[in-house]
């Protein structure tokens, strides 16, 4: 039987491969169980995330067979702003690789994401409002803190899609590059951050998401927590000496 999310495990990164072509990847209950058995993975033992789709879609948003069939009390379950909050409260970062479409759940799923990365074929929007509903997994605050509030209720009261471009020009994606090259990019972001300390990473994205009113005491507890690491004293120790060299 075809799994809608393949895991692929390795020593300081998990990609999480969305796998239902057939329907563009609409994110189903069993999608989102199985995204709660990869968080659990996670944070088990703190990797950064790969996510991304397959056959040329991130995803087109939730199964709109079983949203139909939702009433009240499964909405006020959050079946999805619930995996979408732990997919952001991981404790390394993710990173969305996005090609083709993100819409509705598939766009939130990527906003919930650290970094959005995209090919020129990018339509990333959120048209729950011509359904009758709303986009209730994150994107009513989540894209107010990403692009501000003028684009983000153009994008939630219109039904607006952004191209690739667009949403380059305001950030919703840190880089496009070709289809071909997509997983390779995600790949050299994962390297990036595999070099620095993985206990500063952590702390520092969890410092970064803290409310306003914890700064500075959480800043200055989580450098106390590094000032004590071996790898600071390492990695320092090191600069200083290359910079006698």
Not at 34 to 56: F, K, M, N, Q, W
Not at 58 to 66: E, L, S
Not at 92 to 112: N, S, V
Request: proline fraction near 5%; aromatic fraction near 4%.
């Amino acid at each position: 039987m075809t799994q809608p999310l393949v895991v692929e495990e390795h020593d300081d990164r998990v990609v999480l491969r969305l796998n239902r072509p057939e329907v563009k990847n609409a994110i189903d209950q069993e999608t989102v169980d199985r995204l709660h058995d990869a968080c659990a993975l996670l944070e088990r033992a703190p990797r950064v995330a790969i996510l991304t789709g397959s056959d040329g879609i991130f995803a087109a948003g939730a199964d709109i067979g079983q949203l139909l069939e939702r009433r009240r009390d499964d909405a006020l379950r959050g079946i999805n702003s619930a995996i979408f909050d732990r997919i952001r409260r991981l404790p390394m970062p993710t990173i969305a690789l996005i090609d083709g479409y993100a819409l509705g759940g598939g766009a939130e799923l990527a906003y919930a994401c650290d970094f959005r990365i995209g090919t020129p074929r990018v339509r990333l929007g959120n048209p729950e409002a011509g359904l009758g509903i709303l986009a209730a997994a994150g994107a009513t605050w989540r894209l107010r803190e990403l692009v501000g509030e003028p684009l983000a209720k153009e994008l939630l009261l219109t039904g607006r899609v952004l191209d690739a471009a667009e949403a380059r020009e305001v950030r919703l994606l840190n880089e496009i590059v070709e289809p071909e090259e997509l997983e390779a990019a995600g790949q050299r972001w994962a390297d990036r951050i595999a070099r620095q300390a993985p206990l500063a990473v952590r702390l520092a994205k969890s410092v970064f998401h803290a409310p306003r009113e914890a700064h500075p005491v959480i800043d200055d507890i989580a450098q106390a927590v590094l000032f004590e690491t071996q790898d600071k004293q390492m990695r320092m120790t090191a600069f200083l000496e290359r910079k006698k060299g």
